[in-house]
């Protein structure tokens, strides 16, 4: 059966410091991953978007890492700050006319000071 | 430019009772979907609309859920009746369909609390 599964359901580091989120998938060929933040009484916020044929994708702070071999993908915040604090979600999108996303449950980043 | 908009934010009802929730997308957006979304879970989609038809509705338990998107516009999605198990945050989101793969901006949420 198909499945996603975020590596914790919670992660708590010190302010300064890089986290980093794993997202697994089986049985998906995704044509691209998605990163959302969700806070607390919002909705979903798209940061970043990964294609099947990218390695790596950067956004200031944050970094993405696209494993098709692995059926894995890395979220990294570098120089985490207490804003980062927030739920972050991956999502699977099959691309072409499948306009789809399929989340993960998510995992719940708390960045002490 | 304004984001999704979704009304009301929050809604209490005893089941058994009808409920309506309302969905003002990006305008532009096309694609326009309503996801439920339970406490620890990630966002379950249950309708996606192209313009006004519904294309996928596949995870939308008929029996007691409606939806319409009259006009291609704004959306509304309806219990009836609602059950002590449908208590959850609805979301709506919406799309601009390009080929850069299906970026959906999301709207607040509608929590739903049925007692």
């Known amino acids: 059966s198909q499945k996603i599964e975020q590596n914790s359901e919670a992660l708590n580091i010190q302010e300064g410091k890089t986290a980093t989120l794993t997202c697994n998938y089986t049985n998906y060929s995704p044509a691209y991953l998605q990163w959302y933040r969700q806070d607390p009484g919002r909705g979903p916020v798209f940061l970043l978007l990964?294609?099947?044929?990218?390695k790596e994708k950067r956004k200031e702070r944050l970094k993405v890492t696209f494993d098709t071999t692995l059926k894995q993908s890395l979220f990294h915040i570098t120089a985490s700050q207490p804003a980062d604090s927030a739920t972050y979600l991956c999502a699977l999108d099959l691309g072409g006319s499948n306009y789809k996303l399929t989340f993960g449950k998510g995992t719940l980043l708390t960045v002490n000071p | 430019e304004a984001g999704v908009v979704q009304s009301p934010r929050y809604k209490i009802i005893e089941k058994k009772q009808p409920v309506a929730f309302w969905c003002n997308p990006i305008?532009?957006?096309?694609?326009l979907y309503w996801y439920l979304q339970n406490l620890g879970q990630g966002p379950e989609l249950l309708i996606r609309?192209?313009?006004?038809?519904?294309?996928?509705d596949s995870q939308l338990p008929k029996d007691r859920f409606s939806a319409e998107r009259l006009k291609g516009v704004d959306s509304t999605l309806k219990i009836q009746p609602a059950e002590l198990g449908d208590s959850a945050v609805y979301l709506c989101a919406s799309s601009p369909r390009t080929s850069e793969g299906d970026t959906q901006y999301f709207g607040p949420g509608t929590r739903l609390t049925v007692l």
């Open positions: 609309y192209e313009n006004e038809e519904a294309v996928d």
């Open positions: 990964i294609r099947e044929n990218e």
């Open positions: 305008s532009g957006h096309n694609t």
